[in-house]
T-cell receptor, first 113, second 109 residues
Framework: DVKVTQSSRYLVKRTGEKVFLECVQD?????MFWYRQDPGLGLRLIYF???????EKGDIPEGYSVSREKKERFSLILESASTNQTSMYLC????????????FGQGTRLTVV | LAKTTQPISMDSYEGQEVNITCSHN???????ITWYQQFPSQGPRFIIQ???TKVTNEVASLFIPADRKSSTLSLPRVSLSDTAVYYC??????????FGTGTSLTVIP
């Protein structure tokens, strides 16, 4: 089974801190994604990566950056955390060709205080 | 990207068949239709995918008319454990997965 693992289930950070959310997948998938989920807004795509060192912006990239130095790992970085970035963050991965499905991690609930 | 429209919420009694319809008027020729299910505090998981006509698996059926401008997810004889949010996606386009707000299904005893 595909496994997508997010490093933390819950995080509490202070405003202005630099925050790293880590995601690792074990199925050699080309594509990796970061979403945030907020009540009433569904899942919104922040960034995705289709290869090592490659990234593209999703719908809401402002305030975030990403890093993909190895194929299995995709990191989401909040350069200076703000309270409006309090949310559930979900990482996903998928194969890179043809019709495919996304496999999700369990999510990281981030609270910025 | 093809936009999808789904009902925000639905209620159903246990044992009934539930049909959730999704509109996707701008679906492209090479787009597939995929449905995901999300339980509270979990990531979404794949349920079913189709291109046209009907697809059935052990969990659900997916009905797609000839014009492909809509699709219907059918859950037979729902139970309380089917209470979840259901997302309809069209694509992937450029290997992107765009989720909307989904349909929150509540199964009532």
């Amino acid at each position: 089974d595909v496994k997508v693992t997010q490093s933390s289930r819950y995080l509490v950070k202070r405003t202005g801190e630099k925050v790293f959310l880590e995601c690792v997948q074990d199925m050699d998938h080309e594509n990796m994604f970061w979403y945030r989920q907020d009540p009433g807004l569904g899942l919104r795509l922040i960034y995705f990566s289709y290869d090592v060192k490659m990234k593209e912006k999703g719908d809401i990239p402002e305030g975030y950056s990403v890093s993909r130095e190895k194929k299995e790992r995709f990191s989401l970085i909040l350069e200076s955390a703000s309270t409006n970035q309090t949310s559930m963050y979900l990482c996903a991965s998928s194969t890179g060709t043809g019709v495919t499905e996304a496999f999700f991690g369990q999510g990281t609930r981030l609270t910025v205080v | 990207l093809a936009k999808t429209t789904q009902p925000i919420s639905m209620d159903s009694y246990e044992g009934q068949e539930v049909n959730i319809t999704c509109s996707h008027n701008n679906i492209a020729t090479n787009d597939y239709i995929t449905w995901y299910q999300q339980f509270p505090s979990q990531g979404p998981r794949f349920i079913i995918q189709g291109y046209k006509t009907k697809v059935t698996n052990e969990v659900a059926s997916l009905f797609i008319p000839a014009d492909r401008k809509s699709s219907t997810l059918s859950l037979p004889r729902v139970s309380l454990s089917d209470t979840a949010v259901y997302y309809c996606l069209v694509g992937p386009t450029g290997n992107q997965f765009y989720f909307g707000t989904g349909t929150s299904l509540t199964v009532i005893p």
